[in-house]
């Protein structure tokens, strides 16, 4: 059998660079699930700015299963990682990596397909002080393209994650993934700003 991981961090590398820190956390009756950091750096190489990347590595080892199914299926189904970009020193944004090592446990964990224009939540915030418990899954193939796998798996998606603000979940809930998006977009919203305000709903 490939060894998924491999290819999915050796196309994390191709994307992003070199990771610059990563953490491993196991839930009970879960495969290892780690986060890699990516930071941009200045000419000097030292001093981070512009944009720091979490991406999660572990979450395409298996497929996720439709939890309706009966018998899930150990091949074949959609694999997926997911990537949060924030912007860079503003704010202890380090601590996210539990979170979304969580997140990425989900669908071992509750039998959740994870798709573009669903709304995942953690219950508390992402990081000390963020005004965000919960994110929305963005499309993909922007940042790092899909990696495709030899038949019959399933392409390894690359999801980003959107943070969302309790107002903007709660928005979202009732007028859609792509309202929420149009609203950001036409707001000129800095979706990685780590403490961004709500944008306007009314």
Known sequence: MV???????ARL???????DARAAVTFLGTD????LRFTDLDTSGTAPTGVVRYATLGMSAQPMADPTAVVADPVAGPRAELVLSV?????????????LAVLAASPQVEGLVVAP???LDVGDPLW???PFTSVLVAEPGGLVEDLELDAPLDPVR???????????????RV????????????????LRDPARKSVSLD
């Open 3 to 9: 060894d998924v991981l491999a290819l999915v961090e």
């Open 13 to 19: 590398r191709t994307a992003l660079g070199e990771p």
């Open 32 to 35: 290892r699930i780690e986060v």
């Open 87 to 99: 912007r860079a020193g503003d704010a202890d944004t380090d601590k996210v990596l539990r979170p």
């Open 117 to 119: 224009g669903a709304s």
């Open 128 to 130: 000390p002080g963020a």
């Open 158 to 172: 690359f999801l980003p994650l959107l943070p969302m603000t309790p107002n903007e979940a709660a928005w979202k």
């Open 175 to 190: 007028h859609g993934a792509g309202a929420l998006q149009e609203r950001w977009l036409a707001s000129g919203t800095d």
